[in-house]
């Protein structure tokens, strides 16, 4: 399977930014689908999550009310809305896919597929 991310660049603290996932490789929507990000120095952190079918949908406090995650699964893509940006969320994106897990969506180490990851940088 195959995971590539779009959209990152470089954007000034408030704006917005939409970032893109293509599946290719597997049916997109066995799976459920999350976001992570890892700024320099600092661990892989979760971001947001989705589950298969776009029914539930998990976020973590830092972006509450200002990411909004989503998914296409006939076109076998995701995206990842981002507004009102902060300093604080320069990193490097990944999106990541998982079967069915018994695990909370945030635990990176449930994840059976990555992307190679797109940098989002804030200017403040």
């Known amino acids: 399977v195959q995971l590539v991310e779009s959209g990152g660049g470089l954007v000034q603290a408030g704006g917005s930014l939409r970032l893109s996932c293509a599946v290719s490789?597997?049916?997109?929507?066995?799976?459920?689908m999350g976001w992570f990000r890892q700024a320099p120095g600092k661990e892989r952190e979760f971001v947001t999550g989705?589950?298969?079918?776009?029914?539930?949908?998990y976020y973590a406090d830092s972006v509450k009310g200002r990411f909004t995650i989503s998914r296409d699964n006939v076109k076998n893509t995701g995206h990842l809305q981002m507004n009102n940006l902060k300093h604080e969320d320069t990193a490097v994106y990944y999106c990541?896919?998982?079967?069915?897990?018994?695990?909370?969506?945030?635990?990176?180490?449930?994840?059976?597929?990555w992307g190679q990851g797109t940098q989002v940088t804030v200017s403040s």
């Open positions: 990541a896919l998982r079967e069915f897990s018994a695990h909370p969506m945030h635990i990176a180490s449930s994840y059976d597929y």
């Open positions: 989705i589950t298969w079918s776009g029914g539930s949908t």
């Open positions: 490789g597997r049916t997109f929507s066995h799976y459920n």
